[in-house]
């Protein structure tokens, strides 16, 4: 009974600080400040599942969206970076009842309609909601080979994209505690046109004069353009492409070529940039040998500063995802979460956990309802699938 009643003050308690916030949201320098010029800071977690070949957020068949809203809460999120895809939103089907056993009000609705409730439930408990075009087609993120490395493939024109933001930004501009527009996911080498060749195509930030590479920052701003004419309180996400380092074997994301191409929005104060960091964009070092000292987080630090965090003290930099096993060892004993984290302390960038799931959704190499090792919840979605991993977060949440 003393621990019930201690979560439960622990949730008031959350609930008062997320309420504090009064959206819409604004930027100023390298801060985000609400309605009243309050700083925010976003800690977030990815609420997955939407954006792959079930059309509809995970967790959905066994509890109830309130109560895994309230968990949220509970473990001290104040928003959720919420996945769709171009697919779902165009083809809208209706979504089986195998996915919405503890959602019965759900049952025999169509996946836009599911992903709306999503929304309102989150939002009418104070949690701000952040929308992401996570893949065009709907499938499993990601793949050097399935086409969704740009923002355009043979399926989806660029044109398409931009209405379907517009569309989506519309649809919530009634709605002030969805506070974010992600306008795509991890930027990345392709094959927009299906044919695998042996010259891909790249994103590029600014103009390039190699043929096989486009221009995303460019596109960024025609698209975020699009997105706040339709609902002007979104703040505009942007993620840094992915750039190739062959001779190092790495493939990491990065926002080092912003500074001298910043995005310029007809609605001023609304970009933030966002970046992804995993153990594996570090491919120069071996984390399971590596010690915690000083010595070897300088290391990888010079990594994190030059992909992310130096932007942070000129821009609103936001950790789009980041995350790990959920186990002693991929929390205490895991010397790239101690340093990143670590590292985050001292930035007080913005972030996102990836992910919440305690399962997985279907897509390739996925399996409906099979352990997500990354995720905050157990399988049965009913608590932590590690409290340590919870207790780590809450060290980083200012």
């Known amino acids: 009974m003393a621990n019930l009643k201690l979560s439960f003050i622990y949730l008031l308690q959350c609930i008062q600080i997320i309420s504090s916030i009064l959206p819409p949201l604004k930027i100023k320098g390298n801060q985000i400040l609400d309605s009243r010029s309050e700083i925010v800071h976003l800690h977030c977690v990815n609420w997955a599942g939407a954006h792959q070949r079930d059309f509809v957020t995970s967790g959905l068949n066994l509890q109830n969206r309130s109560f895994i809203a309230d968990q949220i809460l509970d473990m001290g999120f104040n928003c959720v970076r919420l996945q769709y895809s171009a697919q779902m939103v165009v083809e809208n089907p209706v979504i089986p009842q195998i996915f919405l056993e503890e959602n019965k009000d759900l049952i025999n609705k169509r996946a836009l309609h599911i992903y709306q409730e999503i929304v309102a439930t989150l939002t009418q408990k104070n949690i701000m909601v952040i929308l992401d075009m996570h893949m065009m087609d709907a499938d499993w993120c990601c793949n050097w080979d399935d086409q969704n490395g740009l923002w355009f493939n043979e399926r989806w024109s660029k044109k398409t994209v931009i209405d379907i933001w517009v569309f989506m930004a519309d649809l919530f501009k009634d709605n002030q505690w969805v506070i974010g527009a992600d306008l795509r996911n991890e930027l990345r080498i392709s094959y927009p046109f299906g044919k695998i060749s042996l010259f891909p195509t790249f994103p590029s930030w600014g103009r390039s004069i190699s043929p096989w590479k486009y221009d995303w920052a460019n596109f ?27 001779t190092k074997f790495s493939y990491p994301q990065t926002l080092e070529k912003i500074p001298g191409r910043p995005l310029e929005l007809d609605v001023p104060n609304r970009v933030v940039y966002s970046c992804h960091d995993y153990s594996w964009f570090h491919r120069e070092f071996n984390f399971q040998e590596m010690k915690d000292t000083d010595e070897n987080y300088e290391k990888i630090k010079k990594n994190f500063q030059i992909r992310w965090g130096n932007l942070s003290k000129q821009y609103p930099v936001w950790l789009g995802e980041f995350g790990t096993v959920h186990s002693f060892q991929g929390v205490e004993n895991n010397t790239y979460w101690k340093f ?19 399962t997985q959704a279907s897509g390739r190499g996925r399996e409906f309802g099979t352990e997500e090792t990354f995720g905050l919840l157990n399988t049965r979605w009913d608590g932590p699938a590690y409290s340590g991993l919870i207790d780590s977060l809450k060290n980083i949440m200012f």
Not at 220 to 238: H, P, S
Not at 342 to 352: C, S
């Open 220 to 246: 960024a701003e025609t698209l975020g353009n699009a997105v706040v004419k339709a609902n002007r309180n979104l703040l505009i996400i942007v993620q840094g492409p992915f750039e190739v380092k062959l």
């Open 340 to 358: 990143l984290t670590r590292y985050i302390n001292e930035t007080k960038v913005h972030w996102a956990y990836w992910p919440l799931d305690g």
